[in-house]
């Protein structure tokens, strides 16, 4: 009798392929947090980083990205070479050519030319490498070890004041640096002493002399003490926090090898289960707003026969934006304000909750008013943010009325909505409430949050950085993202928006298959 032939499983149990277990291992390390027993040593670090959005190709760090950034800077290193031994040789009297050596190739020349756009992830993971706190990015098992994480998932052109990047950093990082403070001849910085600031010759007492209670006593926590692979040697392994002093130092080295544009406001020691999307509680977002885009003027015959009386003026304008921001706070369905195909009337990845919508700051410049909005909620979706804003420009101006804006949130009606442009929404911060609550209420890691001094910082990128961009682009009259143009086609093209129609309720059962490919397909449903 013929033996019955067996699967694919049956024949290796260790290796079971399906689509969940597939999946996950896709998502796993770009999305979660990597547990191995060889990581558990490994301190988990929070960056706060400020930067502008509109130089970078977004937040998150790609794999391929690195691949071809990697492959760009071995050019450039091999071309810096062939400069200095070029150099070497005409010293010498040599007549000897770099080109024989074989350095220089035709391809390398064509590749260092092209511009390339990097993550904001990466140039912060490239200074890393540089500097020595990270080994070679290029294995697989160091980025698993690494397993960089982020709070909220900027896309191109957003801005953050104050973003959460989360990483593991190897212990031996550190207790190299304690050995290098106590031999100051042995530069850490692998010949960029020259970039380091000032404030780090000046810290020549070693982190470890501290005897307080402070971050880099040794912590022991019942989740990290587990055993080595081994079972017949039974150690336990231990978090080493590093002190201030070092965490200092190291944001000093990163800074002075990040670009202007890009800056890391502190760094805080966190819980090795940390994760920066799961543990945020609430975003705080802003849009800068200028004041003339919410007064009709009619100058133009294009701007003539108003669908809408406006009642909006130089004097009342203030009044009536508070007054407009205040229909968004609450729970409703945004599903008018997303262009998400799984967030559709009725489904729960529709519905948000805005905790508070006000307007935070005036400034002037040029002789122009603007309006800072700050947007506070738990999370938002995609250019959620951007049609709110278009919402509150047209009824200002006159071009729905008021009784129009909550139909949008009416879960039996298909609304078409203008998108606002994305140069002025920046994130402003992330809270981190409930992971305070935890493990920053313990006394053994700081909580996750901005004291006086580095609130400061985040402010003054804020206002020298950010805003600036969105002035220039703003006096740029060239540039197809001002507010002047945008507004000039919203008048335009005012017929094809707000056009309401009815639509039929999703089905319960497709709206609970709806609602998980959504949360599959999009795990994160942050404003971009």
Known sequence: MPSKKRSYNQRNPKFKKNKRSKKFSKQQGDNEVIFAPQYNGWPRLGFFVSYVGTSYSGLQFQYHEFQESHKVREQEKRKLQE????????????????????????????????????????????????????????????????????????DKGVHAAANMVALRVPPKTFAKDEKEDANPQDGRLNGNEKNAPESLDQQEAPATTSTDSTPSAEITEPSTTTTESNPSTKRKKKVVQPSVEQLDKMRDAVNALLPQDMQVITIIPAHKSFNPRQHTCARYYRYLLPKSTLIYKGSSNVLLNRPCKTNVNKDNVRETLDRVLKVFEGSHSYHNFTNHKSAKAGTDIAVRV??????????QHNDETYYVVQIYGQSFLYHQIRKMMACVISLCRGLIAEATLPQTFDTTVGMNLPLAPGHPLYLFQADFRSYNAGYGSTGELRPLELNEHEMERVQKFEH???????????????????????VLDLELSRRSFFQAEEIEPVPKQKRIDDNRSGEEKQENNIEG
């Open 354 to 363: 805005v905790t508070e919508m006000k307007i935070v700051e005036e400034l």
């Open 464 to 486: 020298e950085r950010i805003q600036q961009k969105f002035f220039e682009i703003e006096a740029d009259a060239n540039n197809v993202e001002r507010f002047e143009r945008w």
């Open 83 to 154: 400069e200095q031994q070029k150099e070497k040789f005409q010293q010498e009297g040599s007549e000897a050519s770099v080109e024989e050596g074989g350095l220089q190739q035709d391809g390398a020349e064509v590749t260092t030319k092209r511009k390339l756009t990097k993550s904001v992830e990466l140039v912060l993971a490239e200074a890393l490498e540089d500097l020595g706190y990270v080994p070679g990015l290029m294995d697989k098992s160091t980025r698993a070890g690494v397993n960089i994480l982020r709070a909220c998932r900027t």
